[in-house]
């Protein structure tokens, strides 16, 4: 991995360090913490340069972005690596950066709070059940980045007085569609899956599905807003997605 210099860009980006990470590949990185600032500023950038370069491919994390590109469509040239090539085509398409980009509409996840750990959360918290679950709804969260596992969304925006420690033994397998909390963040499972994350509810949607054009539900940069539902919703709701 090559590190290249820092880069000031805007008073939007102030500071932008980049790296090679392969022959094909540039990192941008933003930072080194999850904040939904941070996390906002990468998701700009990405929608920016998805404009202005778009035939590179974007992969946001919480405090960087990765740039997939063809080296065959970067002709050489004297004195500068490809990657300082592509750096200053980035950094220039970047100049005029604004965070006022149009917000993503907000998308509704139906859950049952029926978790195995949702009485623990409560304990852990000082919190009732009801309030647990009235704080989990009541915010407005974003996709994060997709990591872990396809279409596994991590979430920003949870509240304060909900973050608790993830379990001691994590359980070998997480049935579809489990909300859980893990930390300071929330997360919904979008297979069966190992994992440790404190599980309080469940959503009827699928939210990955490889047999389809567009995969994933959700996607990095989104905004969305659980809606908690009774057992007769969810099994009407599950009933229909299966239909």
Known sequence: MTRLAARQISAVLPAVQLEAMAEDALLLRFGDTIDTFLNARVHAAAAHLRQRLPTLEYVPAYASLLLRFDPAQWPPLEGRSLHQQLGDA??????????????????????????????????????????????HVATEYR?????????????????????????????????????????????????????????????????????????SLLAAGNRLQFRAIDLATFQRLNEARSA
């Open 143 to 215: 996709v994060a980045m997709l990591g872990f596992a396809p279409g596994f969304p991590y979430l920003l925006g949870l509240d304060p007085g909900l973050a608790v420690p993830r379990r001691a033994d994590p359980r070998q397998r997480v049935p579809a569609g489990s909300v859980a909390i893990g930390g300071q963040q929330t997360g919904i499972y979008p297979a069966e899956l190992p994992g440790g994350w404190q599980l309080i509810g469940r959503t009827p949607l699928r939210l990955f599905d490889a047999a389809v054009d567009s995969p």
């Open 90 to 135: 980035v950094i220039a398409a970047l100049a005029d950066l604004s965070m006022a980009a149009a917000e993503s509409a907000l998308i509704e996840i139906p859950v049952l709070y029926d978790g195995p750990d949702l009485s623990e959360v409560a304990t852990l918290t000082g919190f009732s059940i009801d309030d647990v679950i009235a704080r």
